[in-house]
């Protein structure tokens, strides 16, 4: 992903005059419980052992946080990665959906994030790293890099941009790139990739084989996986699709991956994908996040309208579950209740969001400077309580994973 002082992947070229003009009512911000370091190391006390712990990329660090908040109402967090510019020996630049393996079988519980360390180095590169966590609670976990998967980008997209991820039931490893934001039909891609994943020392891993199920998507953006290995991604400037299985096994025509795309990279042969959900209703106008919801269902967050559905099993349009206060609309300031890209549910079904923080103002459109955070927002006998916010003067917070050290 690109470095904080650079343009991000949301400033998406999305008609904008109308988005700023659509009026919104909803939930108002709890925003009382907010460390305001925007998440640096050893906030707070240590977390319970074996509780879910939020993580999240931003600035291009990654940031750990309790769910609950502490006696003192702010939530427990720790900087699991500095970025490499701020530690030159172990440090990483962090972003994107974070998306954690099943245990190994020795125990070991691995994660995806997107990992660009020295991306504009010579040999630098885009892509996915792989990492093992150790530790269960906030204040005591580390990481280390284990793999990471680079791919080739579509010709067009001189500024490759990671964002989603997902895993198979069988350890194969889907991500998808953002593409070009603004123009054309899309060229963000939807990858599967094959084990073995590991191997090799930072900063010297081996390539990781890899399939292109698809190269057209309209600013790809986060992935859900859901029952028998069913598919979903997120497409900023189209809805959300669905693809079924099954799906490439190796990058070869025996595999299901005869063809090649205009890189030369293994294409896979035939791609079964449907817009499941098509934006523009329900202020589902931007798609980007997406995490599981009760009964077989959805969320779906659409950043520039500041909104998070839920959507049945189906793709039925359920309720909104987020939307701006009424009269609010985006402009030097950002809205009361954020404007969400990542989300996660954690095991008690509350779901937790990355607030990128856009702002309009007379010479650009994207996320403001240092406005950023990461919230909450729990249920009730089944509804959705006004947000509360976990960490805020975050850079950049674009992606969420949740981490249940009991799975």
Not at 12 to 25: E, Q, R, S, T, V
Request: hydrophobic fraction near 35%; charged fraction near 20%.
């Amino acid at each position: 992903m690109l470095a904080p002082h650079r343009r991000p992947r949301t400033l998406l070229a999305l008609g904008l005059a109308a988005l700023l003009a659509l009026p919104f009512a909803g939930c108002s911000s709890d925003d009382a419980s907010a460390p305001d370091d925007g998440g640096s190391a050893g906030t707070g006390a240590p977390s319970p052992a074996a509780e879910p712990i939020v993580f999240n990329g931003q600035g291009n660090n990654l940031d750990a946080y309790a769910v609950e908040p502490g006696d003192d109402g702010t939530f427990a967090t720790q900087r699991v990665f500095e970025t490499k510019d701020t530690d030159p020996d172990a440090g990483r630049d962090i972003n994107a959906q974070i998306c954690f393996f099943p245990p190994t079988e020795d125990g070991e519980r691995w994660f995806i994030a997107g990992e660009d360390t020295n991306q504009d180095d010579p040999g630098g590169s885009a892509g996915w790293g792989i990492f093992r966590l150790d530790g269960d609670r906030v204040g005591e976990l580390e990481a280390t890099q284990l793999g990471k998967l680079v791919p080739t980008f579509q010709p067009a997209n001189d500024n490759p941009e990671n964002y989603g991820c997902a895993v198979l039931s069988d350890g194969r490893v889907l991500t998808t790139d953002v593409g070009n934001q603004a123009a054309g039909d899309g060229d963000g891609q939807l990858i599967v990739w094959f084990p073995p994943l590991v191997g090799g020392e930072y900063p010297e891993f081996p390539e990781v084989a890899y399939c292109k199920i698809d190269v057209g998507l309209p600013t790809a953006q986060s992935i859900l996986l859901k029952d028998d290995d069913e598919v979903y991604v997120a497409a900023s400037r189209a809805g959300v699709f669905r693809y079924r299985g099954p799906f490439p096994t190796s990058p070869d025509a025996a595999g299901g991956c005869g063809k090649q795309d205009a890189t030369g990279a293994p294409m896979a042969d035939e791609v079964d994908k449907e817009l499941f959900i098509a934006s523009g209703e329900n202020g589902m106008i931007t798609p980007a996040g997406l995490a599981p919801a009760p009964d077989g269902g959805l969320y779906v967050s659409s950043v520039f309208t500041g909104v998070i559905d839920e959507y049945d099993a189906d793709g039925t349009f359920r309720r909104t579950i987020l939307q701006p206060p009424e009269g609010e609309s985006l402009g030097e300031e950002t809205f009361s209740t954020g404007t969400p890209l990542g989300i996660g549910v954690a095991p008690d079904g509350t779901l937790f969001y990355a607030d990128i923080g856009v702002v309009v103002t007379p010479d650009d459109v994207g996320p403001g400077d240092g406005n950023g955070s990461v919230r909450r927002i729990r249920f009730v006998d089944g509804e959705p309580q006004p947000p509360e916010t976990l960490a805020v003067g975050l850079a950049f917070p674009d992606g969420i994973g949740i981490f249940d050290p009991t799975a």
